[in-house]
């Protein structure tokens, strides 16, 4: 580990030793890991993340929806659409707004262009190095230069999905209540169906090599999250259900969970109402909604046999991730191949008062967004849920049950396992730190 | 002439994290047609890789005092990390990681500087800080000194 120490608890009899990694690296933003040992068990497992607080829900209070739809892409770079998709979805469920099908098929072509861009990131980049003994992706470009390109021309694919619909390759500026503020042209399009799917043997060969490598030991089951949509792969549309018979609508993530400060954290933590932790993400939905996926991201999924570890064995979620990166390449291809430009790119609405909520599929997992509106359309309070704080109990809980096996192992060896099971969850805790109330953290 | 990439790093409503987009818009008119121009929240390998030309990458910097202007050959970059300090772009993939990787993949770097201004106040909804502030035309003049250079090579050659 990058720092442990031993001190003497207040009775002087026994040791607890704490373990610190005080720079989680290669996950997106600032955290720190703590670990408490007391005769080899673990007593306190800590996923402290201290990235400066930013204040988006408060940001948003008195704007209307399309100018929230513009401010919550900010929150991210790496999830613009995941945060537009809540918005928009939330306020055209109260605005009663029939958005074209041609619109919502463009939308989750949208969505298609984060997940890949999002997921090849992370599993060539970010989490393969674990796997294969290198310390960075810098290394594993030098003795594998092959399996970087793969991943960055899969990235590729998604950056151009995203900057197409959107407008630009970052923070997207083009989706609007009930629509787009204009619909791609199928001229933009055409190229891109064509290297979709030529690149459908790459996203291929990545769940086969994600699939070969060796995880870590480890098993638990835990309480999983998603969406799940009678007729698709859940991104933007379906029921909230866990895999212990929760099942609430999109908009009513607060009947089923909650959120709660911990000291250690500038993050707010999720827990079901019922206290217990649970896990979102690839893992989650390719476990939950599985059946929905597109059939030769569900072939690639079954050749590889672990439908059953992806559920117990959280390492193997780079191969969840990988499944869900062939689904989103085979499936933008498809749609891009039916589209033909709606009569309108947005469909007309008028604002009403009451609460806009709704969750959908970021790339990490559920991400809620609720928003109270007064008859003009300015919201007057608003609520963020990110995937990775609905997590971060699950990491603790993961943390704490995974660490005994690794305390006996030299310092860094620990530490890089330890690690590589937080970037298991592929966390975004610039995403996880812009909802903590100052009063809460000053007192 | 060489047509020079300019990539702008940084989250624009994040206080000094918007120093890059500030010292693009304080570029004259006439400088900035030699450009092309990418904005960017944080530099990925691709970004780069894409690249026929040479390339200027600005962003915010973490470490020294605030206003500091950093004015540096992208392969010399491990000289502002071993000194402690950090280009501002993603945690995820930090420049300096970005740069071994393409240099690995694409045989070298790019021809091509890192110019940077030091922040102090990364919070989100603020402004420049007063140092930042000040110190915008200074890396607007480094910018342009260098786009020339790039975009004329034969003249940095009898320049140097």
Redesign the interface.
């Known amino acids: 580990m990058h720092d442990g120490d031993t001190t003497t608890d207040a009775g002087g009899t026994e040791e607890t030793t704490r373990y610190a990694v005080r720079q989680l690296t290669?996950?997106?933003?600032?955290g720190r890991l703590e670990l408490s040992v007391r005769d080899g068990a673990v007593t306190e497992a800590h996923l402290e993340i201290f990235e400066?607080p930013?204040?988006?829900e408060r940001?948003v209070v008195g704007r209307d929806g399309n100018e929230v739809i513009d401010i919550v892409a900010?929150i991210c770079?790496?999830c613009p659409v995941a945060y537009q998709m809540s918005a928009v979805h939330a306020f055209e469920r109260l605005y009663g707004v029939e958005v074209d099908p041609v619109v919502r098929a463009l939308r989750r072509l949208f969505y298609c262009g984060e997940w890949i861009e999002s997921h090849a990131?992370h599993i060539y980049?970010?989490h393969a190095p674990d796997f294969l003994g290198y310390p960075?992706?810098?290394e594993l470009?030098?003795d594998h230069?092959d399996i970087?390109?793969r991943g960055?021309r899969l990235?590729?694919l998604g950056?151009r999905i995203v900057a197409i619909l959107g407008g630009?390759?970052?923070?997207p500026v083009s989706v609007r209540i009930g629509g787009f503020s204009r619909a791609p042209r199928l001229d933009d399009l055409r190229e891109l169906q064509a290297d979709l799917e030529a690149a459908i043997p790459d996203a291929q060969e990545t769940v086969r090599w994600a699939a070969s490598l060796v995880p870590p030991s480890y098993a638990r089951e835990p309480r999983l999250v998603a969406l799940r949509h009678p007729d698709e792969y859940p991104m933007n549309d379906g029921r909230i259900v866990s895999s212990d018979g929760i099942d609430v609508a999109p908009g009513s993530w607060t009947e089923a969970f909650a959120e709660h400060q911990v000291p250690w954290s500038n993050a707010l933590q999720a827990r079901a109402r019922n206290g217990i932790p649970y896990l979102l993400g690839p893992t989650a939905r390719v476990t939950l909604a599985g059946d929905r996926l597109h059939p030769l991201a569900g072939e690639a999924l079954a050749a590889t046999g672990l439908g059953d570890e992806l559920r117990t064995n959280v390492f193997r979620s780079i191969v969840a991730r990988a499944v869900e990166l062939l689904h989103a390449v085979a499936e933008a291809a498809e749609i891009i191949g039916a589209y033909r430009p709606p009569d309108e790119p947005h469909a007309p609405w008028a604002p009403r008062a009451g609460v806009a909520s709704w969750a959908t599929e970021a790339p990490r997992g559920l991400l809620f967004h609720r928003y109270e509106v007064d008859e003009r359309g300015l919201v007057r309070r608003a609520q963020i849920v990110p995937p990775t704080s609905q997590n971060q109990a699950a990491i603790e809980h993961d943390l704490a049950a995974f660490a005994p096996s690794v305390l006996e192992l030299p310092h860094v060896q620990a530490t890089q396992r330890l690690e590589q099971l937080i970037r298991s969850y592929d966390p975004c805790?610039?995403c996880a730190t812009?909802f903590l109330d100052l009063r809460v953290q000053g007192r | 002439m060489r047509r020079v990439s300019v990539l702008v790093c940084g989250e624009r409503m994040r206080g000094d994290d918007a120093v890059a987009a500030e010292i693009l818009a304080a570029l004259p008119a006439t400088t900035r047609s030699l450009v092309d121009v990418r904005d960017l929240s944080g530099l990925m390998p691709d970004d780069l890789l894409e690249s026929t030309g040479p390339v200027i990458v600005l962003d915010a910097v973490h470490g020294p005092p605030a206003g500091t202007v950093v004015d540096l050959p992208l392969d010399r970059l491990d000289v502002l990390v071993e000194s402690g300090a950090s280009p501002g772009s993603s945690h995820a993939l930090p420049l300096p990681m970005v740069l071994r990787i393409v240099e690995h993949l694409a045989g070298g770097l790019p021809d091509g500087r890192f110019i940077g201004v030091a922040g102090t106040s990364f919070t989100l909804g603020a402004s420049l800080s007063q140092p930042v502030s000040d110190a915008v035309p200074s890396a607007a003049a480094r910018l342009g000194h260098w786009i020339r250079v790039l975009a004329h090579p034969r003249t940095a050659v009898r320049c140097a």
């Open positions: 290669r996950v997106e933003g600032e400066a930013r204040y988006f940001l900010r770079g790496i990131l980049l970010l960075s992706a810098i470009a030098a230069r970087v390109e960055l990235k590729k950056n630009r390759p970052i923070h805790i610039s812009h």
